[in-house]
């Protein structure tokens, strides 16, 4: 090529440049939205291995799948192609150095992982067990009680202080639920399984290990995290364990965009960073690269609104552009018009799909939205929201995937032991008493690779079958045989592409007969076939699922269409670092931004603010709000009796100045009734003929 071997640091501004290719010591780079720092921190570790550290001696963490596998296409784009960087998110970081050493800490080889779903199921069968079910004073349910214990666990808090702070009203139980989150420690051992937060506080007790914290710090000279405002009190003691026994330490990130608070994260961390990582080099960018003015002045209105704001202006590097628009819409169905019309119009004007994006704060936002598309055959894809795990059919998979390697894992049993027509949750009980009665099975808990001790063992229930099956109704005896078949076989199978073949050959016949969707629903499991194919390693396939759960179908295998032009439907939190030339943010109206369950604390309506901030900072060349201003049903906490909802209260007049806004004529906000401008068009296509 003709560009310079190091092209990449021609391509950045000075202070960016000054940031790749630091030296000494740890570095912050505290910077606004669109300013490149994940530009930067991608062509720091071009510069890294350039300036010759083995690439497998990087590591680079960050908060979401997408992000992640985004970062490192980009760094891996810049390095030769035989430099290998490695990354992912901290929770599937975490799950490889677990597995490495799960006999140190006490786990069985193939020890499982559960998803928050799981965990809540867990949580609620403790909950049963010990009587609260049924007790009559108001026992907090399980997603409560997750949420309790998950936030005590990542911010590493008292259980007292969370509580009073921020569940004050199951107060009266706190003696009981701290009984149970002890008892539901104890389950998870004899389950021979983990959650999401034991991996964090698993690689925190390795990281700060005599023995192992320095061998585990010594495989990396440095550590890279991007969105270093969203970690959590757990995550930064992992980087100052890193940086303690030797890892130089960079990270990147923006006050101005934690969103995370709910998972106990803290922008307070960013901004503490210096002083917990002694002797930091501070870089500030000031140039947006991305947007253009007129989008960053009204985004700059919106932060200058914070109660404890850190001055900090975005200037925009490119030129012109257009001011953002806020369009008030009747309700929810002519919001989905409107969003799809200017959809359509910047295709017209030569902008792809892909070009686009429609952000919202929660999935539901855009149901409305997703019937138009469809009406109008807009393509898209969805993230954020329900995920494709959640799904009933895939994580039967799961369920069966995980059983392969663990059969002591009582929740996948329970899943999938009622998958046999005719057997109920009651005999599956059943089934599972008699086959937990199996011996532990040392045979299959042999020295670790690292030869640091003997695996715990778990009771192999497949091998307890022939007993179990007595106690299930016979007419259901075949059909169960046929599943732990399926699974014996499963076990022996040291590849994750013949395994979940196996497993799904038992499925889909199951899947087909119970959903009447079932044909299509099998289909996903050929693209969890296919994806396992591509994983080899059968325990780190299943990990990967829960680690990083996929979003959709499209997002698990790489569509066959991978060329064709889709939209994207994104949350805001699953958007976080990503851009697109056009953005629509939809329901902008108080009780949606801020929600009304925020309406608490300055701190949690900030932490609205700036979830809406990081929308608005998502477009490089149009921005594009809409509020609906009436409701078929009222949404969340609407109280108005008319059903008519306000404009969020972000949309300050500073902001709206910054705007053209849209009204509409009877808009009982606009008595006057300015003209609407967003009319709908009409449709001269006869596309609707060819149906
Ligand atoms: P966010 O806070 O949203 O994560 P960021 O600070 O990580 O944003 P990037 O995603 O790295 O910003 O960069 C934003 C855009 O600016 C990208 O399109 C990137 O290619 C571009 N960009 C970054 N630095 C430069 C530069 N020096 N010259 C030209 N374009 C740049
Ligand atoms: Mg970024």
């Given at each position: ?11 950045l ?34 510069w ?5 550290v ?39 970081v ?11 800490l ?13 965990a ?10 010990a ?36 569940f ?102 960013i ?59 009747r ?22 799909l ?21 009406r ?50 009651a ?35 497949l ?59 099998v ?23 829960v ?47 801020p ?65 053209d806004?849209?009204r ?19 449709s ?8």
């Amino acid at each position: 090529a003709d560009r310079g071997e190091r092209y990449w640091l021609d391509e950045l501004n000075d202070e960016q440049r000054a940031a790749a290719t630091h030296t000494g010591g740890p570095l912050l780079i505290l910077a606004g939205a669109g300013t490149g720092k994940t530009t930067t921190l991608c062509a720091r570790v071009a510069w890294l291995v350039a300036e010759g550290v083995p690439s497998e001696r990087i590591l680079l963490l960050t908060f979401t799948r997408r992000a992640s596998r985004e970062m490192l296409q980009r760094a891996r784009g810049l390095v030769p192609a035989s430099a290998r960087v490695l990354g992912g998110t901290f929770h599937s970081v975490a799950h490889r150095l677990v597995r490495r050493h799960a006999a140190a800490l006490g786990l069985p080889g193939g020890f499982g992982v559960l998803d928050a779903g799981d965990a809540a199921d867990v949580l609620d069968l403790l909950r049963e067990e010990a009587g609260h079910a049924k007790s009559r004073t108001r026992f907090p349910k399980k997603g409560t009680l997750l949420d309790i214990y998950s936030r005590t666990v990542n911010a590493q808090l008292p259980l007292s202080g969370v509580i009073a702070e921020h569940f004050p009203w199951v107060e009266d139980h706190r003696e009981a639920i701290s009984a149970l989150f002890r008892e539901y420690t104890t389950r998870k051992k004899a389950l021979g399984v983990v959650d999401l937060d034991d991996l964090l506080l698993m690689w925190r007790a390795l990281a700060r290990d005599e023995v192992i914290g320095p061998r585990l710090a010594s495989s990396f000279d440095h550590v890279l995290i991007d969105e270093y405002q969203d970690v959590n009190g757990l995550q930064v003691d992992l980087a100052q364990a890193l940086a303690g026994f030797g890892c130089d330490i960079t990270v990147v990130g923006d006050d101005f965009q934690a969103i995370y608070g709910f998972r106990s994260a803290s922008a307070g961390h960013i901004l503490d960073f210096p002083e917990q990582f002694p002797g930091t080099r501070v870089v500030t960018l000031e140039r947006n690269y991305r947007s253009t003015q007129p989008v960053l002045d009204a985004a700059n209105e919106l932060a200058a609104q914070a109660t404890r704001a850190f001055p900090k202006r975005l200037r925009a590097d490119r030129p012109g552009g257009v001011r953002p628009a806020v369009i008030h819409v009747r309700d929810q169905g002519a919001e989905a018009e409107a969003v799809a019309d200017r959809i359509l119009e910047a295709r017209e004007n030569g902008s792809d799909l892909r070009d686009q994006a429609v952000l919202a704060r929660t999935s539901h936002d855009s149901d409305q939205l997703e019937l138009e598309l469809l009406r109008r055959k807009i393509p898209y894809v969805k993230y954020g929201g329900l995920k494709y795990l959640e799904a009933a059919h895939v994580k039967d998979f799961v369920a069966l995937l995980r059983l392969a390697d663990n059969g002591g894992d009582e929740i996948a049993w329970f899943r999938v032991l009622q998958l046999v027509e005719g057997l109920g949750p009651a005999s599956a009980r059943k089934a599972m008493a008699v086959m937990a009665g199996a011996p532990r099975d040392l045979a299959e808990s042999p020295l670790d690779e690292m030869g640091e001790g003997r695996l715990a063992a778990v009771p192999d229930r497949l091998a307890a079958w022939s007993e179990a099956r007595e106690v299930i109704p016979s007419g259901a005896r075949a059909s169960a045989d046929a599943v732990i078949a399926a699974l014996v076989v499963a076990r022996d199978e040291q590849r994750a592409g013949p395994r979940a073949e196996g497993l799904r050959e038992v499925l889909a016949p199951l899947v087909r007969a119970r959903y009447p969707d079932g044909a299509i629903r099998v289909q996903d499991l050929d693209q969890l076939v296919a994806a396992a194919h591509q994983v080899g390693d059968p325990r780190q396939f299943v990990a990967e699922l829960v680690l990083d759960p996929p979003q959709s179908s499209a997002d698990l295998a790489q569509p066959p269409h991978l060329d064709e032009d889709y939209l994207t439907l994104s949350t805001i939190h699953s958007a976080k670092g990503l851009e697109w030339d056009h953005v629509h943010v939809l329901a902008v109206y108080d009780g949606n931004f801020p929600a009304c369950m925020s309406a608490g604390t300055s701190e949690q309506i900030d932490e609205e603010r700036r979830l809406l901030y990081v929308g608005m900072t998502r477009a490089r060349r149009t921005l594009s709000m809409y509020v609906p201003v009436r409701y078929h049903h009222r949404p969340r906490g609407i109280d108005d009796a008319h059903g008519y909802g306000k404009p969020s209260r972000f949309l300050t007049k500073a902001v709206l100045a910054c705007c053209d806004v849209t009204r509409l004529p009877d808009d009982p906000l606009n008595p006057r009734g300015a003209p609407i401008v967003t009319a709908r068009r009409l449709s001269v296509s006869p596309d609707s003929l060819f149906d």
